[in-house]
């Protein structure tokens, strides 16, 4: 027999049907309404390679060495080759496809679930092992061919890798074949049958409309409800505004997106009679494995189904004593059947603690480290997920311990997302609630490209690593794309300047000071009246140093000092400050400058300084600037310096419209460039506070009335031989960069990780105008 029923399995035949299978099977032989499904059994795959013939030129053919890469791709392409390549023996076909057509209704297509379900229990993480292949929305036309890619799926490189070095024999792992009935889900959900992360037995529930993939994935914001089982009644319901939902298209099987009807966004998705059928059916898994569980569900035509439930694994041990043993016997996320597209990257939207913003890539895992105060800060120990509301200047020795970074405020451009790009420090900010549902000590993982936290150390994550190999950063291509615009690159902190300088860039767009005032602990008005204006200076020429000579002789604009005063208030000597009710809009950048010459001075004295030493590439930039004022000011403190203006290369920040608005009035003013910050132009143009994690969605950078401000700009300064650049947080952005080379800017400053694609859609969009232009 080729095949098994679910019917037929349960949690002891994990040999035979891998650990999947064997979940769903003890779930459905529970009673519990599993969707139907059978599984083409492991010793259906070790007879198809046996009776063909295969076996043992495949098991010759993954036997390489783990460290020759080109022999892994070779390896897995052949295995591939192999299995793909033969033919499945009839009897075998022919019981899959009846089995198969037995799952729908009669004389109607169906669409099913392919996943495999590995057998391998004695590896010791089975996840390393591959065998995560899933295929949603199957049709029969494709069911042998993907039943045959999940057998393959034993064989990817990383599958063959990890066996070959923990000299595990291939020959010893067998792999099993789930076809299970998708559920075109009107609403669903997960469902946790105690709290998450108290234990208490409370049973919560999210839901929305349409697929599942939508709650899981964290794309919208389900309903909330609540059922107190002590009381046996519902507690609280929270109904959310649900703008979109994810639903099958009908023609082409593929999970689509979708908006929700006016009408509907605002509807409570359960009706109370549904949250009892949810919560009965909870209790009975619950007792069922006898811990708490995480269950995924869906509701089609009133029917309650359960696609997948495992044990809780995020309350914390001292709430309770459930471990984290998986019920379906192997450590793979995703069990049962699936409403959820996307080919399988479902498995790793699962177990989402919580949710931000991805701001600065990479995925690790590690223990969480709460920090709500400065003295915690050496609590945060090499490794450790530091999770704070938001990250302090102060806090920069802690964020190069931690292997990543988690915060509750701010967006792309706070902080956190500035620093921890530089540092190449996974991070995610703007998750509103991570320091109050993150406890200390769980094991996370997050992604810092989707901006999620999940529960538990992932195997696939990145070892912690302080700082990025340079290599990393390095163009991979030997030679860099030549392009007009220049291609620049931002450093906010000093020890990041070799990984910047390896990048190739054509010289540093921002140099923020920022980061090595307040990293002295005390406002710069309380170091120069302790240490005096001499060390105060050093302090600064140090860290402009360490960049422009890793640089030279390329350009390095370097900033004078621009942090709002909230910023210096939790340093010593920050009781002095003033309490701003909006330090965004207060006393920061040149307006402080001005205000404070005697501190200015002493910064200005480090440029001078440094001109001395001949760092000739070292070009200074105001920021925050309105008009031509500001700019005499500034002239007048730099002449009182010892600097003459007319000698040294030096600009402005474009920040504010009133800036972009007055552009011929500064020009006038005889500055040589002038720089769009655009994280506060965008700020200022549609008050929107780019730290506020509240407003993030509408943070943006390419909305029209900033574009236009920042193209009449350029228009005006190539009129008036003002060079032009970006150093804001967009200039990464592709949509951006094509903005600006079309509009004739001169250069542009990325983040350390974006600057080669942004080298390369310079180059791509410049080919571009020079074909239009012959043509
Ligand atoms: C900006 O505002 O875009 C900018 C680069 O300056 P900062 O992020 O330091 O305010
Ligand atoms: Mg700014």
């Not at 990479?362 to 120990?381: E, F, W, Y």
């Not at 008005?525 to 302790?530: D, L, M, P, S, V």
Request: hydrophobic letters at 35%.
């Amino acid at each position: 027999m080729a095949v098994l029923w679910l019917d037929d399995v349960n949690a002891g035949d994990l040999d035979l049907v891998g650990g999947k299978a064997a979940s769903l099977g003890e779930l459905t032989g529970a009673g519990l309404p599993v969707p139907p499904g059978f599984t083409v059994t492991a010793e259906t795959y070790r007879t198809f390679i046996e009776e063909a013939g295969i076996d043992e030129e495949l098991f010759a053919a993954v036997d390489v060495d783990p460290e020759d890469s080109a022999a892994l791709r070779a390896a897995e392409e052949r295995a591939a080759e192999l299995i793909l390549g033969t033919d499945i023996p009839d009897a075998v076909r022919e019981e899959i496809v009846e089995s198969y057509r037995q799952l729908g209704p009669d004389g109607e297509e169906t669409f099913v679930a392919v996943r495999s379900s590995a057998t391998a229990e004695d590896l010791p993480d089975a996840s390393f092992a591959g065998q995560q292949e899933t295929f949603l929305n199957v049709r029969e036309e494709h069911l042998l061919e993907r039943v045959k890619e999940c057998w393959a799926s034993l064989f990817t490189q990383r599958a063959i890798y990890y066996r070959q070095q923990q000299g595990f024999p291939h020959e010893d792992v067998d792999i099993a074949v789930v076809v299970q009935r998708m559920v075109d889900a009107e609403k669903s959900g997960v469902m946790f049958t105690s709290h998450p992360s108290t234990g208490d037995p409370q049973i919560i529930i999210e839901a929305a409309w349409g697929l599942g993939e939508a709650v899981v994935s964290g794309s919208v914001s389900p309903d909330n409800y609540v059922y107190d089982r002590a009381q046996g009644a519902v507690a609280d319901v929270t109904v959310a505004d649900k703008k979109t939902l994810m639903e099958k298209d009908p023609e082409t099987g593929e999970t689509v997106e979708r908006e929700v009807a006016e009408d509907r966004r605002n509807e409570r998705v359960l009706s109370d009679a549904e949250i009892e059928s949810l919560v009965e059916l909870g209790e009975r898994v619950e007792d069922h494995y006898g811990e708490p569980q995480d269950v995924e569900w869906a509701i089609v035509g009133g029917e309650v189904f359960m696609l997948q439930s495992r044990p809780i694994t995020t309350i914390a041990e001292s709430a309770s004593d459930a471990d984290t043993d998986t019920a379906d016997g192997d450590d793979e996320s995703d069990g049962g059947a699936t409403n959820s597209g996307g080919g399988g990257d479902d498995d790793e939207n699962e177990d989402v603690l919580v949710q931000g913003l991805g701001s600065s890539p990479g995925v690790v895992s590690g223990a969480v480290r709460i920090v709500t105060k400065l003295d915690h800060l050496d609590q945060v120990q090499e490794g450790d997920i530091l999770v704070t509301e938001m990250t302090m200047p102060d806090m920069v020795p802690a964020m190069k311990r931690a292997a990543g970074i988690v915060t509750d405020e701010g967006g792309m451009t706070s902080h956190a997302a500035i620093v921890s790009r530089e540092l190449g420090v996974p991070a995610v900010v703007g998750t509103r609630t991570g320091t109050k549902q993150l406890e200390n000590g769980r094991q996370i993982t997050i992604d810092g490209d989707k901006g999620t936290v999940r529960a538990g150390a992932d195997s696939e994550a990145e070892p912690a690593e302080e700082f990025e190999p340079v290599e990393a950063a390095r163009p991979q291509t030997p030679v860099k794309p030549m392009t007009a615009t220049e291609v620049k690159v931002n450093v906010s902190i000093p020890e990041a300047a070799e990984r910047a300088a390896a990048t190739g860039a054509d010289g540093v767009g921002l140099l923020r000071i920022e980061h090595m005032v307040l990293t002295l602990g005390k406002t710069p008005e309380r170091y120069i009246a302790e240490h005096g204006a001499r060390a105060y200076q050093d302090e600064l020429i140090e860290g402009i140093r360490t960049v422009a000579d890793e640089f030279y002789p390329r350009p390095v604009r370097v900033r004078t000092i621009d942090a709002p005063t909230d910023e210096f208030r939790d340093l010593e000597g920050g009781d002095d400050e003033p309490a701003e009710h909006n330090p965004m809009l207060g006393w920061r950048g040149i307006r402080r400058s001005l205000d404070k010459p005697d501190v200015f001075q002493q910064e200005l004295a480090a440029f001078d300084r440094i001109y001395e030493m001949g760092y000739d590439n070292v070009e200074l930039m105001l920021p925050l600037v309105n008009d031509s004022d500001d700019i005499e000011g500034a002239k007048r403190q730099m002449r009182e310096a010892g600097i003459d203006p007319e000698e040294h290369r030096w600009g402005v920040m474009i920040e504010t419209p009133a800036a972009a608005l007055q552009i011929e009035d500064l020009a006038s003013a005889g500055i040589d460039f002038a720089s769009f910050g655009t994280n506060d132009l965008t700020q200022y143009t549609l008050a929107v506070d780019r730290n506020n994690e509240n407003v993030a969605d509408r943070f943006d950078e390419t909305h029209p009335a900033v574009l236009e401000l920042i193209g009449q700009t350029i228009e005006t300064c190539r009129e008036l031989g003002v060079d032009t650049s970006i150093c804001g947080q967009a200039g990464s952005k592709t949509e951006m960069v094509n903005f600006l080379v079309e509009e004739g800017i001169s250069s542009i400053s990325a983040n350390i990780d974006a600057v080669r694609d942004v080298q390369h859609e310079v180059k791509r969009k410049e080919q571009r105008i020079l074909l239009d232009s012959v043509r």
